[in-house]
């Protein structure tokens, strides 16, 4: 099974978006048909934002590489979820926080990015997670090793 791993990640992408899109609540879309009918009734589009480092030191992990997998799963999708067309969309971060979250504001203030993937820096992770929260967004880190992300504090 080719970009099988490619595959979940397109789907389960687009299954967030259209749970958190909606504000459906999780049995309401426990199926893709539900998700897609869902996302539907909230955006014509679905967009996926890579936000990745292009040439520094996670380049290789991540990278162009992240955004041509992003990309191919897309197209194994057929280019749409249901009758919802996916769009991808990439930008270096620079391993900088600031210029991270200043992407991803771009993204789902004025691009419409309904969900940020890759994110393999654990500083620009945080700071990108925190604004998706607030922007009631979904991120998905690929690769960072932060104790903040991975334990409850309470």
């Known amino acids: 099974m080719k970009r099988s791993l490619g595959k979940v990640l397109a789907v389960a992408a687009a299954v967030a978006v259209a749970m958190g899109a909606s504000g459906c609540k ?8 539900a998700a897609t009918t869902a ?17 520094g030191l996670y380049a290789d992990l991540a990278g162009p590489g ?12 057929g280019g749409k979820l249901g009758d919802i ?3 991808v969309l990439s930008a270096d971060h620079q391993n900088k926080p600031d ?3 200043n992407i991803a504001r771009q ?4 691009d419409g990015v309904d969900v940020i993937v890759d994110v393999p820096t654990s500083s620009v992770a945080l700071a990108v997670s925190e604004l998706a ?4 967004r979904t991120s998905c880190a690929s690769a960072e090793r932060s104790s903040r992300r991975t334990t409850s504090v309470r």
């Open 133 to 136: 929260k607030t922007e009631a």
């Open 107 to 110: 993204w789902m203030d004025v």
């Open 26 to 33: 999780k049995e309401e879309a426990a199926t893709p048909a």
């Open 85 to 87: 067309p996916i769009e």
């Open 66 to 77: 992240s955004v041509e997998a992003a990309k191919m799963a897309v197209e194994d999708l």
């Open 99 to 101: 210029i991270g979250s």
């Open 39 to 55: 996302a539907a009734k909230a955006s014509k589009v679905i967009r996926i934002g890579v936000l990745t480092d292009m040439s």
